[in-house]
């Protein structure tokens, strides 16, 4: 190996984690106006524009790798499509849903948040996962995409603006809110070091997904065992409540089987690489 490719290897790798030198204070000083102006939650503009500028990332994201590929015009229009209309109307009914209160404890006999997570995984994944034409797309899109994106995780710190609040548990809060902070701020400098295409950038990038699905699991247990309902199996001494209120209820209901769905695109990216 030449010096040269020692620095082609190495600079990628010191730039994502010099990255974390502005994501970090911005990440802070969002915690800090979030906590210190209730209203910047509340009024939902968090909320809002996770919902339509992560959603237009995708699409954009989706199109891009697209023409990247050997499909045709008409072949490349209808799986943009066939993509993005069911995923469209998907966060129209959970966002409709949220807003009128469906999700809300005791609101219906069968509690919706654990469908809402779990359904749109349970049809998604099989399909992304043996999906030929989305195995060309992910060939043809950088592995950095996919999990850059997902740097939005970091605004899973509301968990800790409302355990700071005391208005959320600290046994839901503390594990939901850290994890989700954790996953966003080494998105970027995980996604950077991929530049440099190297067996041990990948590893990490696997090993980031994983954190990432990881953290799914606990705070979705945690949740669902603090949360007034059928499989509330922990009473803290603050009603866990909030995660089926809107705007709250719209991270549950659609941002994490959002993301989880993404790490699962993610993990195959990377295994088709390694493989090849």
Avoid: C
């Amino acid at each position: 190996m030449t010096a040269a490719t020692i620095h082609v290897d190495v600079v990628p790798l010191r730039q994502g984690w010099r990255s974390l030198l502005w994501i970090v204070p911005l990440t802070a000083l969002w915690i800090g106006l979030a906590y210190s102006f209730p209203i910047v939650l509340a009024s939902g503009v968090q909320t809002i524009a996770l919902r339509i500028f992560i959603p237009m990332l995708l699409a954009l994201g989706l199109w891009l790798g697209l023409e990247r590929t050997d499909l045709t015009p008409s072949q490349r229009r209808n799986f943009w499509l066939a993509a993005l209309i069911p995923y469209t109307l998907w966060l129209a009914v959970i966002w409709s849903g949220a807003i009128n209160g469906v999700f809300r404890p005791g609101a219906s006999p069968m509690p919706l948040v654990p469908i809402a997570i779990f359904l749109p995984v349970i049809i998604g994944a099989p399909i992304l996962l043996s999906s030929k034409r989305m195995g060309k797309v992910l060939d043809a899109m950088p592995a950095t995409w996919l999990i850059a994106l997902q740097l939005y995780r970091v605004f899973g710190s509301v968990f800790l603006v409302g355990w700071a609040r005391n208005v959320v548990p600290g046994v839901f809060a503390l594990p939901a809110g850290i994890g989700d902070v954790i996953t966003g701020l080494l998105a970027v400098p995980i996604a950077i070091s991929l530049a440099a295409n190297t067996s041990e950038a990948r590893r990490a990038a696997v090993g980031w997904n994983l954190f990432g699905l990881v953290d799914f699991a606990v705070a979705v247990s945690i949740g669902l065992m603090t949360a007034p309902g059928p499989f509330q199996l922990i009473s803290p001494s603050i009603p866990n409540s909030s995660v089926g209120v809107y705007p709250n209820v719209m991270i549950p209901a659609f941002a994490v089987p959002s993301s989880i769905l993404l790490h699962v695109l993610s993990l195959r990216q990377l295994r088709r690489r390694s493989t090849a």
